[in-house]
């Protein structure tokens, strides 16, 4: 399991003994990137306060704004233009916020963040 408590290595290289087992308030998990590809979204994992989330795995579509018009329309991905989070993220087509994405209505940059969210939104680029 993964957690996000405290370290048992102290700054000298030594280990600190262990004082309690994990709990579950400490547990986290591997970070969700979310792909280029067919739709489709993790199971809803239960977090803290019991909200859930939904986790992007791949995503073919987008919900994208114009400003121009001030209006929604979902539009389909076509590739991943730019990511600044990871230029390696451009290469394997990892969608996340701040991506520059290729759709069919133009250039769109991503607004919120699909591995927390499970929807991909993004804002037209003049």
Do not use: H
């Not at 994992?45 to 995503?59: E, Y």
Request: glycine residues 10%.
């Amino acid at each position: 399991m993964i957690t996000q408590g405290r370290s048992l290595v102290k700054p000298s290289g030594g280990l600190k003994k262990p004082y309690r087992k994990k709990r579950l308030y400490e547990r986290g998990a591997q970070p969700t990137t979310g792909k280029l590809g067919s739709s489709r979204r993790s199971r809803v994992d239960r977090i803290t306060g019991g909200a859930v989330k939904q986790r992007v795995l791949q995503a073919a579509v987008a919900n994208v704004y114009n400003p121009a018009t001030k209006k929604y329309a979902v539009a389909k991905i076509k590739t991943v233009s730019n990511n600044p989070a990871n230029r390696y993220f451009t290469r394997a087509n990892i969608i996340t916020k701040g991506a520059v994405l290729d759709t069919e209505l133009g250039k769109a940059r991503v607004t919120n963040r699909p591995g927390q969210e499970g929807q991909v939104n993004a804002v037209l680029v003049q």
